[in-house]
């Protein structure tokens, strides 16, 4: 089963879905502000991604963030941050067995479409 995480306001998490619907593919969608964003899945992720690619430095929350907590970023303050603000993490994430994509540039489109 395939998995977006994202948000449904989203205009690329809305991009990703649309894909999987026109392709038919079956797929559950995980909304991280409406349901949060378990522990687990935050870790497999940053030991599969890293937490460079996880945190989306162009986001609305990143941007309201105080300085201090920007300030110093290394792995362990990066997984603190995305713990307690879910939407850090850049958009969408797709889990399809043990594949994952993060974001929706053109590798991961191409990819999300192959799935499709």
Same mark, same amino acid.
């Given at each position: 089963?395939?998995?977006?995480?994202?948000?449904?306001?989203c205009?690329s998490?809305?991009?990703?879905?649309? $894909?999987?619907?026109?392709g038919?593919? %079956? !797929?559950? !969608?995980h909304?991280?502000r409406?349901d949060g964003? %378990?522990? &687990?899945?935050?870790?497999?992720? @940053? =030991? =599969?991604?890293?937490w460079?690619? $996880? @945190?989306n430095? +162009?986001?609305t929350?990143?941007?309201?963030? %105080?300085?201090?907590?920007k300030?110093g970023l290394d792995?362990?303050?990066?997984a +603190?941050l995305? &713990?307690?603000?879910?939407?850090?993490v850049?958009r969408?994430?797709?889990? =399809?067995g043990? +594949?994952l994509?993060v974001? !929706?540039g %053109?590798? &991961?489109?191409?990819a @999300?479409? =192959?799935?499709a």
């Amino acid at each position: 089963m395939i998995v977006i995480y994202g948000l449904k306001n989203c205009d690329s998490c809305r991009k990703a879905v649309k $894909l999987l619907e026109a392709g038919g593919r %079956p !797929f559950r !969608f995980h909304d991280l502000r409406a349901d949060g964003l %378990p522990r &687990e899945r935050l870790g497999s992720w @940053l =030991a =599969a991604a890293g937490w460079e690619v $996880l @945190l989306n430095r +162009r986001s609305t929350t990143w941007r309201d963030l %105080p300085e201090a907590e920007k300030a110093g970023l290394d792995a362990a303050k990066a997984a +603190r941050l995305l &713990e307690r603000h879910p939407t850090l993490v850049k958009r969408p994430v797709v889990e =399809a067995g043990d +594949r994952l994509l993060v974001g !929706f540039g %053109p590798d &991961e489109q191409a990819a @999300l479409k =192959a799935l499709a």
